[in-house]
């Protein structure tokens, strides 16, 4: 039975709103009918050509730029038509309601990307380098998506794939020859040949952590009494004033969030109702949200008053922040004390002194809290990766360090090859379920 035609799809692939230039996308079998139809010609392949958009009554709807992609040169793989027109919302909708009345249909979240992904014009990571490229809020991430875009990841990850293949061929033919006297393990030099590879996989899993960390940051969340600064601390990690700084305890009665980038990586803050008694019925769901607001931060700044430095309150506070995976403490106000900055390692603990009014320390504690983050300054050949790239990374550690603990027993050796490399091609998309496939696309914007 032949394969089912794929439909022809259309969507608006500029931004919602006005601007000075809107396109319409279509991509499908066969454009050159619809094309004509719109343009009353078919553009020479490749080549912009300035032409009127014709309704079906013959009026015009705009007149601007049209290029045709016959496939397989083209985004998609298929035959693509871009109108390229102004940036007005009426004029957008009505030249996609003029390819909807040919014959296309309006085009799924990421579709023109699957599609590109289906007919091998990229894998499965540089497809979803394309949405990170998209989102990039730094020019450090956007970097990093450009990269995994142009195959740079790809390229490791099958680099590490060809030698597991390597590997798995001559042990699995090791395999047929069980009665000779010989150690072929040993003599192919395979604990070796594992190790190299294990070596190189740390350096791929290394960069992929710090691409992970620039397109997710890391969350935080400033707790601690009232009026011991963490409202000034927030005003002063992001540089503007965010939240409402008083003399008065409880000014801050509910959660506030700020994005902030200490080169390039994003730093979720979250600044939080004072934790104390009170018969305030307000303060008291700002408090019950500032415990909420912990359950999903990876690093709790706790701020106590340099003053008096940490006390049973604090300590009570630090019994119940279990879930979240690293605490700071942090001094403030050592303007008011006469102190040095500094940060203090002692039980465990680290202790950071500094003034959130002047600015004084604050260069300590952003090195630090990038420190917690895991990242590496330079960030030099760092490739954009999302957390199920980490899954499937430390899946083929796992196999890599169970296949060297099996060397003497040729078979499960084998299979935890087999197992590694399919963890590796899930990544690139050689060896994936239908539902990972529509959980990813379905994340992109119409029209990519």
Same mark, same amino acid.
């Given at each position: ?105 309006? +085009? ?129 990690? +992001? ?98 004390? %006469? ?33 917690? +983050?895991?990242? %590496? ?14 899954? +499937? ?56």
């Amino acid at each position: 039975m032949p394969a089912k035609k794929p439909d022809v799809i259309a969507a608006i692939a500029t931004a919602p709103g006005r601007g000075g230039i809107g396109v319409v996308r279509v991509s499908g079998p066969d454009l050159a009918e619809l094309a004509r139809a719109i343009l009353g010609t078919c553009p020479a392949p490749r080549h912009a050509a300035y032409l009127d958009f014709i309704d079906a009554d013959g009026s015009v709807i705009d007149r601007g730029i049209a290029v045709h992609f016959p496939s397989p040169h083209s985004y998609t793989g298929e035959d693509v038509l871009e109108l390229q027109g102004h940036g007005g919302t009426a004029v957008m909708q009505r030249l996609l309601q003029r390819c909807l009345d040919l014959g296309a249909r309006l +085009a799924e979240p990421g579709e023109f990307t699957r599609r590109a992904y289906l007919n091998d014009k990229l894998d499965l990571a540089q497809a979803e380098a394309v949405a990170d490229l998209i989102e990039a809020s730094t020019a450090q991430a956007a970097q990093s998506a450009m990269r995994s875009l142009c195959g740079e990841f790809s390229g490791h990850i099958h680099a590490l794939r060809d030698k597991l293949i390597n590997l798995r061929m001559y042990v699995e033919a090791c395999l047929d020859f069980p009665e000779e006297d010989i150690d072929f393990i040993a003599e192919g030099g395979v604990a070796e040949k594992l190790a190299t590879v294990a070596g190189e996989l740390e350096a791929v899993f290394s960069s992929a952590r710090q691409g992970n960390l620039l397109r997710e940051g890391i969350h935080i969340v400033l707790i601690g009494q009232p009026n011991v600064g963490k409202s000034s601390l927030m005003n002063q990690l +992001a540089g503007e004033e965010v939240a409402i700084v008083t003399p008065i305890a409880g000014t801050t009665r509910d959660t506030i969030k700020s994005e902030i980038h200490i080169e390039g990586v994003p730093l979720h803050i979250i600044d939080t109702a004072g934790l104390r008694e009170t018969a305030d019925e307000v303060e008291q769901q700002g408090i019950a949200r500032t415990w909420r607001a912990t359950e999903n931060a990876q690093i709790a700044l706790i701020l106590v008053d340099a003053a008096h430095g940490v006390t049973a309150t604090e300590k009570s506070i630090l019994a119940r922040l279990a879930t979240v995976s690293q605490q700071v403490w942090v001094h403030n106000k050592i303007d008011l004390t %006469q102190s040095q900055p500094q940060i203090v390692e002692q039980a465990g603990e680290t202790h950071i002194h500094l003034s959130a009014k002047t600015g004084t320390g604050i260069d300590l504690l952003r090195s630090h809290l990038l420190q917690l +983050a895991g990242w %590496q300054a330079g960030g030099e050949g760092v490739y954009m990766a999302r957390e199920r790239h980490l899954r +499937a990374l430390a899946q083929v550690r796992e196999c890599l360090q169970r296949a060297a603990d099996n060397l003497k027993q040729p078979e499960l050796l084998a299979e935890e090859l087999r197992l590694a490399q399919e963890s590796l091609n899930e990544i690139t998309g050689e060896f994936t379920s239908d539902d990972l496939l529509g959980e990813i696309f379905s994340r992109f914007c119409i029209g990519k």
